[in-house]
């Protein structure tokens, strides 16, 4: 009955309904993701370092540990520097989400269950995605404070590098679906994923994407123990947990590429497809979670010398070589 | 410190613009109380400067204005990771002035205190240093093996970081029934514990990346900068107040000194491992073998009033050579007290080590020299 009616509507106030719809629906989508990831890495990080507190808040598997923090965060302080730039300084965590938000719009989370499927799919991601830089760095340049100034410095450093391999690593599978659409690329994988054509494709994508997400070994633009907390330093209660939100965000949206691109999205025996697509995608972000409970951080010049010299080369190698193995098997 | 002193380096067509940046004291890293006065190019450090003096209490003067007993509550504060050895090294000193004989059963105790608190120390170094590396873990791993001991300690003399537990010629009390054994089950599952750690970091690469070679503190600059303990044996040298200039019952126990060859983090981070387990061994000797008797001399005088004169005490502590200089004009109290603390000299080397890193790599610096800010500014 709702779609007969909004059908009665002129095309313009169709389109704003559309957009209203899938902002809220995306909006809620996050904020649960987010709730839960508060609680999934409390809890696995909790069993990793023998934490008592996250296991037990609440009685029964730590539940309560996401609303005690969440209540916290609405209840600190909201500092603003005397000699920041207020405006950006108030607008940066809100440029950073948004970013996140909008990549939302093309990600398949089951046949059907997308809000736009465009034919340039990964490429738009990629290009939304970017706008976190200009955000974060926003931030940090607006703090007037020098821990966060070099935060930000090595934010727009990071994520410019890791960008390069990044998109280097997905040209391989779009070889192979021969679309940039990312519905059309799930069923492409329909036989086989394509994890087992482009395993080192995978291994790129995957480690440039924890790059990008500034996630541990890669969390150099906040690095509590050097720079204090880098480009959030000055930041505290909701502009602070928008920043958190965005890297949740974007946490899910590497996970959710990869797969789409990888991991065959929702397709899978038994299940509806939606919980395939979300298992794979919790199962990667477990696994950067796991990172974070196992390894130091990478000092910045390391962090660098792994893009380019590392993950770069290996990137090119990995498109010659398909390109190669695709030429010789016709 | 003049930024002035060399011009900013000039790369190519880039003029590098250096920042005077304030390490500290209100950062992780730093403890809370340290200050470093950086110039930085970029991230590069060109100078740092250790300003100390923030949590400064004026200790050595309290000292001259208490009783010889009422100071060894005080010695607890300066260095709080290790308070069993800052009370040791005192009454060393001042039985040194009285001298008196400790009892074998109290000596035993004494060096399974010292042992049990190097173990506990080193495991909040462990987690204080990885930390500043940025990983979390094995901070909590430490605490978790640290919270056995201090259960043994709390058991002995009811306190968990302050202990107020040695006394001149002995120790103020027995240690209970069930420590022997409490101290035995919590050895026996450190062996364990040890190699968790080291298949934690020691084969982590990035770890190996952040240390190896940074902040090399060559055997010379070790030895013309005073450094002591495992900074000093990180360097090469294999200089262990236990073994070269014995005290208590030290020389009856068989273990190593551990010593490095570059003086890098890599090389304290292992050696502190190492003697971590060597610790361990002592204490399987020590609660063996430990006899029956007295705890504290038989004729000791309720007011101590050592003798004219000045004595020296000290200690392998830790974090190094803790020692204490106490000089008697045959008062109840002492006419002045100096105390030599291993990380106030220790850190006094930073600026050898940290020339042209960057500030990742002070980070990883600062934590392996291990400082106890207490004890540096007393």
């Given at each position: 009955m709702a779609s007969a009616l909004i059908q009665r509507l002129p095309y313009p106030a169709q389109l704003l309904v559309f957009i209203l719809f899938s902002s809220v629906a995306v909006l809620g989508f996050i904020v649960v993701m987010a709730l839960f990831m508060i609680w999934f890495e409390r809890k696995i990080i909790g069993h990793l370092q023998s934490r008592i507190g996250p296991l037990h808040v609440g009685k029964?598997?730590?539940?309560?540990q996401p609303i005690a923090d969440t209540l916290k965060l609405f209840l600190k302080e909201d500092i603003v520097p005397r000699n920041a730039d207020k405006v950006i300084f108030t607008i940066a965590p809100v440029v950073a989400f948004v970013s996140s938000f909008m990549a939302?719009?093309?990600?398949?989370?089951?046949?059907?269950?997308?809000a736009k499927d465009i034919n340039m799919g990964i490429l738009y991601i990629f290009a939304v995605s970017s706008f976190a830089t200009i955000g974060i760095f926003m931030g940090g340049w607006a703090s007037n404070n020098k821990y966060s100034l070099l935060g930000a410095m090595r934010v727009a450093a990071q994520i410019v590098s890791y960008e390069v391999p990044l998109l280097l690593s997905v040209l391989g599978v779009a070889m192979l679906a021969e679309t940039l659409s990312l519905t059309r690329i799930v069923e492409a994988?329909?036989?086989?994923?394509y994890v087992f054509y482009q395993p080192v494709g995978f291994f790129i994508y995957f480690t440039a994407g924890v790059a990008e997400v500034n996630r541990l070994p890669f969390d150099i633009p906040e690095a509590e123990a050097e720079?204090?907390?880098?480009?959030?330093?000055e930041y505290s209660g909701l502009k602070w947990a928008f920043f958190f939100l965005s890297e949740y965000a974007n946490m899910f949206i590497i996970s959710a590429v990869a797969t789409v691109l990888f991991l065959g999205g929702w397709l899978g025996p038994f299940l509806p497809g939606l919980i395939w697509f979300l298992l794979k995608a919790f199962f990667l972000m477990f696994i950067m979670v796991w990172v974070r409970g196992t390894y130091p951080r990478l000092r910045v010049d390391q962090m660098m010398g792994f893009c380019w010299k590392f993950l770069l080369p290996l990137a090119f190698l990995n498109i010659i070589l398909t390109g190669l193995i695709m030429v010789l098997a016709g | 410190m003049n930024t002035e002193n060399s011009p900013p380096a000039n790369r190519g067509l880039l003029e590098v613009e250096r920042l005077y940046l304030n390490m500290g004291p209100q950062h992780p890293s730093t403890h809370g109380v340290l200050r470093i006065g950086l110039v930085i190019e970029g991230e590069r450090i060109v100078d740092a400067e250790p300003d100390v003096?923030?949590?400064?209490?004026?200790i050595e003067k309290i000292a001259e204005k208490r009783t010889y007993l009422q100071f060894i509550p005080l010695t607890d504060r300066l260095d709080y990771v290790a308070a069993m050895s800052n009370n040791f090294a005192y009454v060393l000193a001042v039985e040194s002035l009285l001298e008196i004989e400790v009892p074998r059963r109290a000596q035993y105790i004494r060096v399974i205190m010292a042992e049990l608190q190097r173990i506990a120390s080193h495991l909040v170094w462990m987690g204080a240093f990885t930390n500043d590396l940025g990983a979390a873990t094995p901070l909590l791993y430490g605490f978790r093996e640290r919270e056995d001991i201090l259960d043994l300690y709390e058991m002995t003399c009811g306190a968990r970081l302050t202990y107020n537990y040695y006394r001149f010629g002995g120790v103020s009390r027995d240690i209970p029934t069930g420590f022997v054994p409490g101290a035995k089950k919590f050895i026996s599952g450190f062996w364990k514990k040890v190699d968790e750690y080291e298949e934690l970091l020691t084969e982590n690469e990035i770890f190996l990346k952040r240390t190896k070679g940074v902040g090399v503190l060559s055997r010379e600059d070790a030895i013309s900068y005073a450094v002591s303990g495992p900074m000093l044996r990180a360097s090469g040298v294999k200089w262990d107040l236990r073994k070269d200039r014995p005290y208590s019952v030290y020389p009856e126990f068989a273990f190593d000194v551990p010593t490095g060859e570059t003086g890098d983090c890599w090389d304290r981070y292992k050696v502190r491992i190492e003697e971590m387990r060597q610790s361990r061994r002592i204490l399987e000797q020590a609660l063996d073998g430990i006899p029956e008797g007295e705890i504290l001399p038989p004729k000791l005088p309720r007011t101590i009033r050592p003798k004219k004169g000045e004595a020296y005490g000290s200690v392998e502590a830790p974090r190094g050579e803790l020692g204490f200089y106490v000089v008697s004009d045959?008062?109840?109290?002492?006419v002045r007290l100096k105390i030599r603390p291993p990380c106030f000299v220790n850190l006094g080397s930073l600026a050898a080590m940290v020339h042209n890193c960057l500030i990742a790599d002070l980070v990883a610096i600062l934590g392996s020299i291990d400082i106890v800010l207490g004890e540096v500014d007393r």
């Amino acid at each position: 009955m709702a779609s007969a009616l909004i059908q009665r509507l002129p095309y313009p106030a169709q389109l704003l309904v559309f957009i209203l719809f899938s902002s809220v629906a995306v909006l809620g989508f996050i904020v649960v993701m987010a709730l839960f990831m508060i609680w999934f890495e409390r809890k696995i990080i909790g069993h990793l370092q023998s934490r008592i507190g996250p296991l037990h808040v609440g009685k029964y598997f730590g539940w309560a540990q996401p609303i005690a923090d969440t209540l916290k965060l609405f209840l600190k302080e909201d500092i603003v520097p005397r000699n920041a730039d207020k405006v950006i300084f108030t607008i940066a965590p809100v440029v950073a989400f948004v970013s996140s938000f909008m990549a939302y719009v093309t990600i398949p989370f089951a046949k059907n269950l997308v809000a736009k499927d465009i034919n340039m799919g990964i490429l738009y991601i990629f290009a939304v995605s970017s706008f976190a830089t200009i955000g974060i760095f926003m931030g940090g340049w607006a703090s007037n404070n020098k821990y966060s100034l070099l935060g930000a410095m090595r934010v727009a450093a990071q994520i410019v590098s890791y960008e390069v391999p990044l998109l280097l690593s997905v040209l391989g599978v779009a070889m192979l679906a021969e679309t940039l659409s990312l519905t059309r690329i799930v069923e492409a994988q329909r036989n086989t994923w394509y994890v087992f054509y482009q395993p080192v494709g995978f291994f790129i994508y995957f480690t440039a994407g924890v790059a990008e997400v500034n996630r541990l070994p890669f969390d150099i633009p906040e690095a509590e123990a050097e720079l204090v907390a880098g480009f959030h330093t000055e930041y505290s209660g909701l502009k602070w947990a928008f920043f958190f939100l965005s890297e949740y965000a974007n946490m899910f949206i590497i996970s959710a590429v990869a797969t789409v691109l990888f991991l065959g999205g929702w397709l899978g025996p038994f299940l509806p497809g939606l919980i395939w697509f979300l298992l794979k995608a919790f199962f990667l972000m477990f696994i950067m979670v796991w990172v974070r409970g196992t390894y130091p951080r990478l000092r910045v010049d390391q962090m660098m010398g792994f893009c380019w010299k590392f993950l770069l080369p290996l990137a090119f190698l990995n498109i010659i070589l398909t390109g190669l193995i695709m030429v010789l098997a016709g | 410190m003049n930024t002035e002193n060399s011009p900013p380096a000039n790369r190519g067509l880039l003029e590098v613009e250096r920042l005077y940046l304030n390490m500290g004291p209100q950062h992780p890293s730093t403890h809370g109380v340290l200050r470093i006065g950086l110039v930085i190019e970029g991230e590069r450090i060109v100078d740092a400067e250790p300003d100390v003096g923030y949590l400064h209490r004026s200790i050595e003067k309290i000292a001259e204005k208490r009783t010889y007993l009422q100071f060894i509550p005080l010695t607890d504060r300066l260095d709080y990771v290790a308070a069993m050895s800052n009370n040791f090294a005192y009454v060393l000193a001042v039985e040194s002035l009285l001298e008196i004989e400790v009892p074998r059963r109290a000596q035993y105790i004494r060096v399974i205190m010292a042992e049990l608190q190097r173990i506990a120390s080193h495991l909040v170094w462990m987690g204080a240093f990885t930390n500043d590396l940025g990983a979390a873990t094995p901070l909590l791993y430490g605490f978790r093996e640290r919270e056995d001991i201090l259960d043994l300690y709390e058991m002995t003399c009811g306190a968990r970081l302050t202990y107020n537990y040695y006394r001149f010629g002995g120790v103020s009390r027995d240690i209970p029934t069930g420590f022997v054994p409490g101290a035995k089950k919590f050895i026996s599952g450190f062996w364990k514990k040890v190699d968790e750690y080291e298949e934690l970091l020691t084969e982590n690469e990035i770890f190996l990346k952040r240390t190896k070679g940074v902040g090399v503190l060559s055997r010379e600059d070790a030895i013309s900068y005073a450094v002591s303990g495992p900074m000093l044996r990180a360097s090469g040298v294999k200089w262990d107040l236990r073994k070269d200039r014995p005290y208590s019952v030290y020389p009856e126990f068989a273990f190593d000194v551990p010593t490095g060859e570059t003086g890098d983090c890599w090389d304290r981070y292992k050696v502190r491992i190492e003697e971590m387990r060597q610790s361990r061994r002592i204490l399987e000797q020590a609660l063996d073998g430990i006899p029956e008797g007295e705890i504290l001399p038989p004729k000791l005088p309720r007011t101590i009033r050592p003798k004219k004169g000045e004595a020296y005490g000290s200690v392998e502590a830790p974090r190094g050579e803790l020692g204490f200089y106490v000089v008697s004009d045959g008062g109840t109290n002492p006419v002045r007290l100096k105390i030599r603390p291993p990380c106030f000299v220790n850190l006094g080397s930073l600026a050898a080590m940290v020339h042209n890193c960057l500030i990742a790599d002070l980070v990883a610096i600062l934590g392996s020299i291990d400082i106890v800010l207490g004890e540096v500014d007393r």
